[in-house]
T-cell receptor, first 114, second 113 residues
Framework: GNSVTQMEGPVTLSEEAFLTINCTYT??????LFWYVQYPGEGLQLLLK?????DKGSNKGFEATYRKETTSFHLEKGSVQVSDSAVYFC?????????????FGTGTRLKVLA | DVKVTQSSRYLVKRTGEKVFLECVQD?????MFWYRQDPGLGLRLIYF???????EKGDIPEGYSVSREKKERFSLILESASTNQTSMYLC????????????FGPGTRLTVL
């Protein structure tokens, strides 16, 4: 079945450091891939998405490239800020299988220190 | 902006009580979802609905039921609450057809004593 694996947290970085959060997936079809972010006390909100291989999603300085050959969708940011402290979820939705379901990773907590 | 609201941010109930969690979205979305979020387990799908009066089981439906009488409202029901249902419950909605962005409510933190 479909699955998403993302790196364990927490990840602790100093402000302006480079961020990578790894995400790999298993899917039977051609999934769309998402990164969601959850700030303290809030629900999840979409950070970026990519719907086909080699697409790059980007938003708020974050980027992720859909790599079909390595089944990966790693999240990167060149210079993190304290305000980026949150939990990040990688997710997929596999349209060709006809499912309306989304599969989420377990989340990676990021803490950025001033 | 899409808005998904949930009836309570915090809820405390006793074992055996019937619990209703309400979710309302204001963007005329066809699809609605209920998840529970637990540390180390991420989000797990309980039920989803792609139309009024339609429902599908997710990955962990046991102990839960749902109701969707109107397009904008999706209710999660715990028929007889148990302590292992203590969790954060998140509602989401999305347009049809998938895949598309899911819009989440703020969550309800339920404690069952």
């Amino acid at each position: 079945g479909n699955s998403v694996t993302q790196m364990e947290g927490p990840v602790t970085l100093s402000e302006e450091a480079f961020l990578t959060i790894n995400c790999t997936y298993t899917a039977t079809g051609y999934p769309s891939l998402f990164w969601y972010v959850q700030y303290p006390g809030e629900g999840l909100q979409l950070l970026l998405k990519a719907t086909k291989a080699d697409d790059k999603g980007s938003n708020k300085g974050f980027e992720a490239t859909y790599r079909k050959e390595t089944t990966s969708f790693h999240l990167e940011k060149g210079s993190v800020q304290v305000s980026d402290s949150a939990v990040y979820f990688c997710a997929l939705s596999d349209l060709p299988s006809g499912t309306y379901k989304y599969i989420f990773g377990t989340g990676t907590r990021l803490k950025v220190l001033a | 902006d899409v808005k998904v609201t949930q009836s309570s941010r915090y809820l405390v109930k006793r074992t055996g009580e019937k619990v209703f969690l309400e979710c309302v979205q204001d963007m005329d979305h066809e699809n609605m979802f209920w998840y529970r979020q637990d540390p180390g387990l991420g989000l797990r799908l309980i039920y989803f609905s792609y139309d009024v009066k339609m429902k599908e089981k997710g990955d962990i439906p046991e102990g839960y039921s749902v109701s969707r009488e109107k397009k904008e409202r999706f209710s999660l029901i715990l028929e007889s609450a148990s302590t292992n249902q203590t969790s954060m419950y998140l509602c989401a909605s999305s347009t049809h057809p998938p895949p598309d962005t899911q819009y989440f409510g703020p969550g309800t933190r339920l404690t069952v004593l």
